[in-house]
Nanobody, 115 residues
């Protein structure tokens, strides 16, 4: 069974940085596209960034130039480096795996940007 475990969420001041991690198990990680999504209170879940099996990346316009997604296949881990954080980045961030074994979500990690 595929499991995704996120970590790294925290309370941070505007302008600060965080790095989220997501460790996958129960799947051949390198065969899966990976992504980060977020959901703010009262809003729908939205795409933040994705990385394909070949390393191609895609970002939401709202995070371009501030966030970077990357993957480490030997460690079965995908990262989201978030810089220049804004209050509107406050949300629960979810890791997603999409590949031969299906589509899976992690439990989420809370990111709060506030002074």
């Amino acid at each position: 069974q595929v499991q995704l475990v996120e970590s790294g969420g925290a309370l941070v001041q505007p302008g600060g940085s965080l790095r989220l991690s997501c460790v996958a198990s129960g799947t051949i990680f390198s065969f899966n596209a990976m992504g980060w999504y977020r959901q703010a209170p009262g809003k729908e879940r939205e795409l933040v960034a994705t990385v394909t099996t070949s390393g191609s990346t895609n970002y939401a316009d709202s995070v371009k130039g501030r966030f970077t997604i990357s993957r480490d296949n030997p460690k079965n881990t995908v990262y989201l480096q978030m810089n220049s954080l804004k209050p509107e980045d406050t949300a629960v961030y979810y890791c997603n795996s999409n590949g031969y074994s299906g589509n899976y979500w992690g439990q989420g990690t809370q990111v709060t940007v506030s002074s």
